[in-house]
């Protein structure tokens, strides 16, 4: 069964602290890595896809890189709108479906 | 587009009684999703329709709930008889090729 896993579940940064947000998946035939964005009481915002190791995407201060093993959501600089909760998701080529890290929590204090 | 639509965006109900979710897909899009959401297991798939059929419904807990597509603009999800244990959010999200839209969610209490 495919499983993602992120890290870490919360991250406190200052504003302009850059840092990395974390996804490890075990996926069989690997058809594609979602990010999406989720606000409280919204439903999730589509970020980025990948679909090969060495992909890289960016939007704004956001960057997602794809490896064999995991990707990773690279934030520049953060600004306080950037608080949100960063969700994974992958799908494989068997089925349709998207598979859903538990999600990071990421807050940034002015 | 105004994006996936749902509704009602909250829903109160007491134990026992029925309940129905609708969703309105992004037009043209030909997969459409039902997903719960909850603190304790986050983001699950509950049944996902590709052309108004049912693929995959292995996610739906239990015979309490069904969903049906009637149309490609159109789709609902029932739960019957409803249990506090369904307390949960509720999204509906459709997809054409590529990337899922996700609608804004019910929010649905079982007292």
């Known amino acids: 069964e495919d499983q993602v896993t992120q890290s870490p579940e919360a991250l406190r940064l200052q504003e302009g602290e850059s840092s990395s947000l974390n996804c490890s998946y075990t996926?069989?035939?690997?058809?594609?890595l979602f990010w999406y964005r989720q606000d409280p009481g919204k439903g999730p915002e589509f970020l980025f896809t990948l679909y090969s190791a060495g992909e890289e995407k960016e939007k704004e201060r956001l960057k997602a890189t794809l490896t064999k093993k995991e990707s990773f959501l690279h934030i520049t600089a953060p600004k306080p709108e950037d608080s949100a909760t960063y969700l994974c998701?992958?799908?494989?080529?068997?089925?349709?479906?998207?598979?859903f890290g538990t999600g990071t929590r990421l807050t940034i204090i002015p | 587009d105004a994006g996936v639509i749902q509704s009602p965006r909250h829903e109160v109900t007491e134990m026992g009684q029925e309940v129905t979710l609708r969703c309105k897909p992004i037009s043209g899009h030909d997969y459409l999703f039902w997903y719960r959401q909850t603190m304790m297991r986050g983001l699950e798939l509950l049944i996902y329709f590709n052309n108004n059929v049912p693929i995959d419904d292995s996610g739906m807990p239990e015979d309490r709930f069904s969903a049906k597509m009637p149309n490609a603009s159109f789709s609902t999800l029932k739960i019957q008889p409803s249990e506090p244990r369904d307390s949960a959010v509720y999204f509906c999200?459709?997809?054409?090729?590529?990337?899922?839209?996700f609608g804004q969610g019910t929010r649905l209490t079982v007292v």
């Open positions: 996926v069989s035939g690997l058809r594609g």
């Open positions: 998701a992958s799908t494989n080529f068997g089925n349709e479906k998207l598979t």
């Open positions: 999200a459709s997809r054409d090729r590529t990337e899922a839209f």
